[in-house]
């Protein structure tokens, strides 16, 4: 038994829900932009040093990169002046083949490149054409021909041994 009649309990009218219920989304969408804030500028800063260490990873591939290039180039020019300066020690045979008479035969020939010498022991028809051979050694400014030894040989034929300094330009490229 009640004394006062209490009134019954109303459910609350719809424009009252929908007040609570537009205040409470706002409510969560405040609390999310700052949620989602904070997250922009952690996720910027992430960004921002993982930047930085593949900027550091990609300066120092770059370096190494370039630290074997250098290396690449540097044995390059060290062939370069290798290449320059090799002799071709081949080259002296037929350039004296050109400065040889049909009538002059070459036995023996022994080279020494180091000094650019060459002794060259051969024979001769005769005398006449060992001294067409000498003259046209020594009108080539490449070569100083000396005779070092001359004796008369069977037959009538000349043995000498010439003695025979060439200019090194003759054997380089």
Do not use: W
């Amino acid at each position: 038994m009640e004394i006062i009649p209490k009134p019954k309990r109303k459910l609350p009218s719809l424009e009252t829900f929908l007040l609570y219920f537009s205040i409470l989304i706002f409510i969560c969408t405040v609390f999310a932009s700052f949620y989602l804030f904070y997250q922009e500028k952690t996720k910027k800063k992430e960004i921002s040093q993982i930047e930085e260490k593949i900027s550091v990873l990609e300066a120092s591939e770059i370096k190494n990169a370039e630290n074997e290039v250098l290396k690449y180039q540097e044995k390059i020019s060290h062939f370069s002046d290798l290449i320059k300066e090799h002799l071709f020690y081949s080259k002296i045979f037929p350039y004296l083949e050109q400065k040889t008479l049909k009538k002059i035969y070459f036995s023996r020939m022994d080279l020494d490149f180091e000094n650019s010498t060459i002794l060259l022991s051969g024979q001769s028809s005769n005398f006449s054409v060992l001294a067409q051979q000498l003259e046209i050694l020594k009108e080539d400014p490449s070569l100083k021909a000396q005779l070092k030894e001359i004796n008369l040989g069977k037959e009538g034929k000349v043995n000498f041994v010439l003695g025979i300094s060439f200019n090194p330009q003759l054997i380089k490229r």
